[in-house]
């Protein structure tokens, strides 16, 4: 199961430095947590919140006191307290925690815990759970945890939504779906004096997953998280693979009641806390436990002594790191303390009073204090740690907790000895082979792929910038062999966290990885096991030979061969490692497809061989390194070390620049060195849209969407691991290694396949030039007939998902003058995002003109606006703030009938946008207030959105700034982007746009056009779905694009619920662009995308044309809602009962026969009510109280 559920929140502490308990330190955590309601939100009825909670001290006095009034004789004056939320047959849940508790404690009272249900909302009451205390006789840490443990176990078997909320002797948790203000009225035992301790943790919730589930509400049992582990899948599939090495003396033979310790459908913050939790009753000291987890960028640290260092090197041998925005309060019922995560970008500031008293928290003035009383302030920098000792009466800061840490655990020798760093002696440069164009062909290479990815990189050291989207088929409807990694997809991070910069943030990043086994985190002993380092995972030929040579570790290379089936290849590889780790303890795994006739694809091996090892108890023996012909760009490298892959060895890549080195006029050692720079250039940026700052946590993170694959290939082979619409099985497979075999017989070297540009007998091109010639024809003629040939081009060959789909009715075909003018329906047809910069003046002017004429919108893209055109018809009524801020004034927002947050772009997700240095000009340079012939690169997050209150906040601000305009937020479509939807709308966006990944760009790099983000028809549908389902569709318009061309793209995108539509590319096509895909190079043939005016002379497009265009798009919607029998777009809106799989389509492509679109068409039926705008109008009482002062001053 893949886990979607994401949130943010406010997080802190209150305690007493002293250890004083006192009801007062309860309510200031109550105080606290109330002034925290803005990081937090409300489900739609308004009323039930998305989750609060307190943590603190068992009070036994008043607990003792309870359990003696329902049975009298309970005699015990330290207890243990346990809350239980229960469902279903409440009685045999209570019998059993009764039961359970007395076989291991002796006593047990049970009390249902008094409540208010007035004070939650409606939505909550329909999902409260029964909630009781056990109260009983004080227990062990050990002895009390392993209790707790069974009881989960044992109670979701009597229903899975049985939870534990907290047992324990130490502390206890109060917490529910409930705004803040509501925590202390609706449990009453918050109102009750006799309730004290000197610590109390509290937390807020704000998430985008608006399912009310009270399990999910803060703080857990040990910590209180605000922000995302986006590592999360990496960090569990590390726990299930260390599982068999943890050993603790505080167990002993019990540690195996503990697992498995991780689930993979609870949050990031629930994993995170059973870890945390696990380590200190292993006798951990928080605060150590917590720098474990969550290190700082310790490489940064100047300042730090060798041992500080070796430590920090010692625990990244220990754990991977939970990396992502992380602000955490922890605690062990002693000491409490806070963490922020390396990047520090959740807020952590803490007060101190004269008199003791600490509160921690995302803000300062959660509690009121006076100022006379406050003797310090201070915040925590990225990566730092705090603490409150209760026990020994002091504040321990982050230098002084790191200088005990480190003399405590004196390791430096430890790691010298163990850590092997490559030395890279003896340079090794390949020997190409004499059938290297044979095996480059059986290996798929084109000629692009030589020329303009492998070359590019090895001459100019970085990525390729290439432009428009990637328009050719999905995979599943290719008509060619292909390597298996077209399947997938990278996922990225939006709103809920925030991407990260590999530019400006690289200093905080790391490609390094350690090789070898692994060993028990639970014990911190300062023993290691021998590991060898590696400065990346891309290695080079002497990197590979020396590790491949090395007497450190035990090497053994197993070849990735299959003859009769791939199945039994898979089985048989499997086997052979195993034997080889049991018999020889083998250390490094080496897969190669070197010298074989039918190789296994590289990423089904060494996903595959790690989930096999994992279930055999075997992947913590081992690191996998790949040599394989497959690789050749980063997205490739990217994929194998996400599913297992420690070192990637492209052999062929370096063959082929060995053998090119005389035409290059390039020495090899400066080709290899310029190709591994680009790939590692290109790791760390396909990281850091995760927001990932060191890839040994982005090693096994399965950060992959898949497109494309079965079920059953992807449960076996790439768990944990989202494929939405299935597909191909491990027989097709197969098959294509087949074919790739049989055409390297028949080929003699790589051919140009069409991969980039359209070329006759090539990979077909949606934006194909008979589609592009007759859309600009229609356009100048304004005939329909044309118009027509353009829908019976785009129609003839299936290209993506919504071509799968046929349209049908439950109405009999109506006459066309009955349906909606084509002046109804063009207001809904609008141009997404697109700078005047990367298009020129006159083609940005002449669609806004065309635009404004239909009485619909186009949008400004990021590059500011003239203020010349504002209130003309010239004018873009969208105007766009994205996270350069390029050309964001006062009055460029109040120009706007619209105003949109760019969160992520089509064809490159999680990065920011991109205007090459030649195409800044000096006006240009003048509207985004820079400097002319300077790249103008935007930072990949919004640095005031670091999560999804910061956007709430965005919002807010813009509405003020403008309150006539409506507010849209711009999405991408990947699997969780319908969660994040919710959040949106609850952050009182006007609309949603969901981009697919096949938009169009001015400049991109190669591998985010060709390998990021997913069709709009899975981000859209399930966006549709998660807003119904948590009734929040009403508050938004739903608006699409990505590659639409015609109406039938229209009508299938309105059945699945969207509102709104856009055209980009397409518009540009109707202005005169011929697909020449040079928009990156300033060299636009036709006047469009460039700045070069010899050649903007040669632009030859026309208001006219543009709105020739969107009126025949409209007349096409028309033609087809008449034969459907629907008279308007608003009667089909959310009707997914009218779309249906064209089986017939799909078995005329083998490929595409195990398609299951299912998951797309079978959505509720949503029939959307008309709404006045804006949906979400806002308005601020202190501005109003301004304006009412000052008012009078100004007549």
């Known amino acids: 199961m893949v886990s979607t559920v994401k949130d943010s929140c406010g997080v802190g502490f209150v305690a007493s430095v002293n250890g004083e308990r006192s009801y007062e330190i309860v309510d200031m955590g109550l105080r606290a947590v109330s002034n925290l309601t803005h990081r937090g939100a409300a489900l739609a009825d308004g009323r039930t919140g998305n989750g609060s909670g307190i943590l603190f001290q068992v009070p036994h006095d008043f607990f003792s006191s309870e359990a003696r009034k329902i049975r009298g004789d309970f005699k015990h ?81 009597l229903n899975p939504e049985n939870y534990v909320v907290s047992l324990s002797s130490d502390l206890v948790v109060y917490k529910g779906m409930l705004l803040a203000p509501d925590l202390k009225r609706f449990f009453l035992d918050l109102q ?43 960090n569990r599939n590390f726990i299930r693979a260390v599982e068999p090495l943890l050993k603790s003396r505080a167990f002993g033979e019990k540690i195996a009641e503990v697992l498995p310790l991780v689930e993979f459908d609870e949050s990031d913050s629930a994993s995170l806390d059973r870890v945390f939790e696990l380590m200190v009753i292993s006798g951990i000291r928080p605060e150590v436990a917590i720098t474990v987890l969550i290190p700082p960028a310790y490489e940064l640290l100047d300042d730090l002594t060798d041992e500080e260092r070796a430590f920090f090197e010692y625990i990244s041998l220990l754990m991977k790191p939970w990396d992502g925005p992380a602000a955490v309060a922890f605690t062990d019922g002693k000491v409490v303390g806070g963490k922020l995560d390396r990047n520090g970008l959740r807020p952590a500031r803490y007060v101190v009073t004269d008199e003791g008293l600490v509160i921690f928290g995302s803000e300062v003035g959660m509690v009121e204090i006076p100022e006379r009383k406050v003797s310090e302030f201070g915040r925590l920098m990225p990566g730092e740690v705090f603490l409150v000792d209760t026990e020994e009466g002091e504040i321990r800061k982050n230098d002084e907790i790191l200088r005990q840490i480190a003399d405590e655990f004196l390791v430096e020798k430890e790691v010298r000895r163990k850590l092997y760093r490559l030395k890279g002696k003896e340079f090794v440069e390949p020997k190409p082979s004499e059938s290297l164009n044979r095996e480059l062909v059986k290996f798929c290479y084109s000629r692009e792929d030589l020329e303009e990815v492998v070359e590019y990189m090895a001459e100019m050291g970085k990525e390729p910038v290439f432009s428009m989207g990637d328009d050719t088929p999905i995979p599943n409807l290719l008509e060619r062999p292909y390597l298996l990694f077209r399947h997938f997809k990278q996922r990225f991070a939006q709103v809920t966290n925030p991407p990260i910069d590999p530019i400006r943030e690289k200093a905080v990043m790391s490609l390094k990885l350690r090789l070898g086994s692994k060993v028990n985190f639970l014990e911190l002993s ?35 061969e299959f003859r009769n089936s791939l199945k039994e290849g898979l089985n048989s590889l499997f086997e052979s490692v195993k034997e080889s780790i049991l018999t020889e303890n083998v250390e490094i795994v080496i897969l190669s497809d070197r010298d074989v006739e039918y190789p296994i694809p590289s990423l089904l091996a060494v996903s595959g061989l790690c989930s096999f090892l994992e279930r055999e108890r075997l992947l913590h023996r081992v690191s996998i390194i790949v040599e394989t012909g497959e690789v050749r760009d980063t997205h490739q490298v990217a994929a194998l070390v996400a599913f297992g892959a420690s070192g990637v060895y492209p052999y062929l890549v370096f063959e082929y620049l060995k053998s090119k080195e005389l035409e290059l006029n390039k020495p090899y050692s400066e080709l290899e060195r310029n190709y591994k720079e680009a790939v590692n250039s290109g790791l760390l940026k396909i990281m850091s849209k995760m927001g990932i700052s060191v890839i040994s946590s982005y090693h096994r993170s399965h950060l992959f969407d898949i497109l494309g694959i079965s079920e059953e290939v992807v449960k076996e082979y790439f768990p944990h691991t989202a494929s939405p619409i299935g597909g191909i099985t491990l027989e097709d497979i197969e098959k294509i290694v087949r074919d790739r075999v049989e055409l390297s017989l028949k080929v003699e070297e790589p051919e140009y396949s069409g991969e980039l540009r359209f070329r006759p007998g090539g990979i077909y091109h949606s934006w194909s030039p008979e589609v592009v010639r007759g859309i600009f024809k229609a356009a100048k003629s304004g005939s329909y007939d044309e118009f027509r040939s353009v829908v019976e081009a785009v129609e003839k060959r299936p290209v993506y998902i919504r071509d799968l789909l046929r349209i049908k009715s439950d109405r009999e075909p109506i006459p066309v003058d009955e349906v909606e003018p084509v002046e109804s329906i063009v207001k809904r047809l609008m141009v997404p995002g697109m700078s005047i910069g990367a298009l020129s003046k006159v083609a940005h002017e002449v669609i806004a003109e065309a635009m404004n004429i239909l009485g619909s919108k186009s949008c400004s893209g990021e590059g500011g606006e003239d203020p010349e055109r504002y209130g003309t018809i010239r004018n873009s009524k969208i105007k766009q703030v994205a996270s350069g801020r390029f050309g964001v004034t006062p009055a460029y927002l109040a120009s706007a009938e619209e105003i949109e947050i760019k969160i992520a772009q089509g064809a490159k997700p999680g990065e920011g946008g991109h205007l090459p240095g030649h195409k800044v000009t000096p006006y240009i340079a003048s509207l985004r207030f820079s400097v002319p012939g300077v790249a103008l690169i935007s930072p990949p997050p919004h640095h005031d959105i670091y999560s999804i209150e910061d956007l709430a906040q965005l919002i807010y601000d813009l509405k003020l700034s403008n309150p006539k305009a409506r507010i849209a937020v711009k999405l991408v479509s990947e699997v969780g982007v319908g969660t994040v939807a919710c959040g949106v709308a609850k952050a009182k966006a006007d609309v949603i746009q969901v981009s697919g990944a096949s938009g169009g760009t001015g400049a991109s790099p190669l591998s985010s056009i060709k390998g990021a983000g997913l069709p709009w028809e899975v981000g859209l549908s399930e966006t549709q779905r998660e807003l119904v389902n948590n009734r929040l569709r009403e508050n938004v318009s739903l608006r699409v694009d990505g590659g639409f061309k015609v109406g ?125 705008l804006p949906y979400n109008p806002v308005k601020s009482e202190l501005n109003e109280r301004i304006v009412k002062d000052v008012l009078p001053y100004l007549k």
């Not at 207890?79 to 209570?94: E, N, Q």
């Not at 300062?526 to 450190?552: A, N, W």
């Not at 928009?1079 to 020739?1108: L, W, Y």
Request: some cysteine; charged content about 30%.
């Open 192 to 234: 009750n004096g006799e309730v004290s301790s000197s610590i109390a943790i509290f937390h807020q919730r704000y998430s985008t997953n608006t399912e009310p589930e009270w399990r999910l509400a803060q703080p857990l049992r040990l910590i209180a998280h605000n922000g995302e582990i986006n590592t999360i899948t990496a």
């Open 77 to 157: 004056r330290e207890v243990t307290v346990g809350t239980f939320f229960l469902k279903g047959d409440i009685d045999r849940a209570l019998n059993l925690i009764e039961e359970s508790v007395k076989g291991v404690l002796g006593d047990a009272v049970l009390r249902e815990v008094p409540i208010d249900t007035r004070e939650c909302g409606e939505i909550a009451r329909r999902s409260l759970p029964v909630i009781y205390q056990v109260i009983a006789p004080r227990g062990g840490r050990v002895e009390t945890y392993l209790l707790r443990r069974r009881l989960e176990k044992e109670l979701r078997k």
């Open 526 to 560: 300062g023993k290691l096991r021998r590991r060898i380092e590696i400065d990346s995972p891309l290695l080079t030929p002497t990197e590979f030979e020396e590790i491949r040579g090395s007497s450190f570790v035990n090497v053994k290379a197993f070849q990735m």
């Open 1048 to 1172: 039938r793209d229209v009508v299938i995108a309105a059945l699945m619920g969207a509102e709104e539509f856009g055209f980009g590319t397409a518009a540009m096509i109707a202005e005169g662009c011929v697909m020449d895909r040079d928009c990156h190079t300033n060299r636009c043939p036709v006047g469009i995308a460039t700045q070069d005016e010899s050649r903007i002379k040669r632009f030859r497009g026309a208001v006219e044309t543009v709105v020739n265009y969107f009126r025949l798009v409209a007349e096409d919607v028309r033609r087809i809602l008449a034969q459907m029998g629907y008279r308007s777009l608003d009667e089909i809106i959310g009707r997914y009962d009218l779309l249906e799989e064209n089986e017939e389509l799909k078995e005329r492509f083998p490929l595409a026969r195990n398609l299951n679109l299912r998951a797309i068409v079978d959505n509720p039926i949503y029939r959307l009510k008309r709404r006045e």
